[in-house]
């Protein structure tokens, strides 16, 4: 397994930018893809966007599409999600988590390390 942390995260206001980081310890960083998801409380956690191995290849979820852009620097061993434009519908918990293969996956069962989560509070 993986061992995941993230930071980064606060209050904000709507139309404000905000960038996740997430520093991973234990797998080999650069041989696993990586994904952010994001959980309000009462309701299941949602893909947000994902990233292969080498960086080369992401995708995102439609409402990140546009506003967020998920990367890694694998010499440091760090996932990042830049957040442009944020919205109140965007506060949530934000978790980064880690699959055992290099390619890119979308639905949560697909990875098996997690973060704690950070959470993300956008007002107005």
């Known amino acids: 397994q993986v061992q995941l942390v993230e930071s980064g995260g606060g209050t904000v206001q709507a139309g404000d930018s905000l960038t996740l980081s997430c520093a991973a310890s234990?797998?080999?960083?650069?041989?696993?893809?990586m994904g952010w998801f994001r959980q309000v409380p009462g309701q299941r956690r949602l893909f947000v966007g994902t990233i292969n191995h080498l960086g080369g290849t992401t995708f995102y979820a439609d409402s990140a599409k546009g506003r967020f852009t998920i990367s890694r620097d694998n010499a440091q061993n760090r996932l990042y999600l830049q957040m442009n434009n944020l919205k109140p519908a965007d506060t949530a918990v934000y978790y980064c988590?880690?699959?055992?293969?290099?390619?890119?996956?979308?639905?949560?069962?697909?990875?098996?390390?997690w973060g704690r989560g950070i959470q993300v509070t956008v007002s107005g």
């Open positions: 988590a880690a699959r055992r293969v290099p390619t890119i996956g979308v639905r949560s069962e697909l990875y098996d390390s």
């Open positions: 234990g797998r080999t960083f650069n041989s696993v893809a």
